[in-house]
């Protein structure tokens, strides 16, 4: 086996069981947390890797119908399996023992905000359209329903964990959070419309046109730059933030007129996770070079 076809196989198993995007709550709070300044140490980064590999492990669980389309047989290593329980339940646990020192409050919560993410693709004793409902399906509250994780959760629960109020920096980070959330979850929207379609669900791209989403897509980019510009600009955010708006702006419009020619974007839409990662981390360098130098 060559380098090249190495790298491929790598990649394509990274990217199809979503490893990349268990990592992404730390890239996040870590990033975020240069304003926050949290005292968070390493148990809780490797507690919300466990728990965000769980719950899309679980996810991958539950979309076997459309998943076997999106996405290539060859190199998933999850499905409707026990395996795979066995796999999200290890995941859940460990998150769960290392969540005990913060007391029982914060496990409580922690409990109720997995269970309320399993609802996203879970089948509810509620019939939609002649089958059970499922959250992912419902046009336009799926995005809604995921960006809340990924912003209100994400920024929430690190000041619960430690026992801090959050404040106007907390604020702007839940915000662009969830802009930057919804623009990627429109964005793999697109890239699997034709699973979609086949499942029989409604996202918007299925609903308004990929035309209309892409506009959509633009408008939230442009109002994620000019936010996270102004959040630091104003001190409450960190210089890396500015770094992130001023790079991000250009880069991130050239990567989606890139992303909408591909006729095959499942690739694409892993690499703009992985230049995402790249550029929180730039951010993070940034802000430490200069805190540092001061």
């Not at 926050?36 to 076997?64: H, K």
């Not at 630091?232 to 790079?247: D, H, I």
Request: proline share 4%; aromatic share 16%; charged share 15%.
């Amino acid at each position: 086996m060559n380098i090249r076809a190495l790298s491929l196989g790598t990649a394509g198993y990274f990217f199809t069981n979503r490893f990349h995007i268990a990592l992404m709550p730390v890239f996040l709070t870590y990033f975020w947390n240069q304003a926050l300044r949290l005292p968070l140490a390493f148990d809780y980064y490797l507690m919300i890797v466990l728990t965000t590999a769980g719950g899309y492990i679980y996810n991958i669980y539950t979309d076997a119908e459309e998943d076997g389309v999106n996405y290539s047989s060859r190199y998933r290593l999850f499905g409707r399996n026990r395996h795979t329980k066995a796999v999200v339940a290890a995941c859940f646990f460990g998150g769960f023992l290392l969540s005990l020192h913060a007391g029982w409050i914060f496990v409580l919560y922690g409990g109720a905000v997995h269970f309320l993410g399993s609802l996203y693709s879970r089948p509810l004793p509620f019939v939609w359209r002649g089958r059970p409902l499922r959250i992912k399906e419902v046009p336009f509250v799926k995005n809604l329903y995921a960006g809340l994780f990924w912003s209100v959760a994400l920024v929430l629960t690190p000041h619960l964990y430690v026992g801090v109020r959050p404040g106007e920096a907390a604020l702007q980070a839940i915000v662009l959070s969830f802009a930057l959330n919804y623009f990627v979850e429109l964005m793999w929207d697109i890239r699997d419309m034709p699973g979609d379609a086949r499942a029989g669900f409604r996202t918007v791209p299925l609903l308004l046109g990929e035309r209309a989403a892409y506009w959509l897509l633009r408008l939230v980019h442009l109002l994620t730059c000019a936010l996270m510009y102004y959040g630091a600009a104003s001190g409450v955010l960190t210089p890396g933030c500015m770094l992130f708006a001023v790079v991000h702006l250009p880069v991130g419009l050239l990567f989606l007129e890139w992303y909408r020619r591909q006729p095959e974007k499942d690739w694409a839409s892993h690499l703009y996770i992985m230049y995402g990662g790249g550029l929180l981390a730039a951010g993070m360098v940034w802000t430490h070079a200069l805190t540092t130098g001061s």
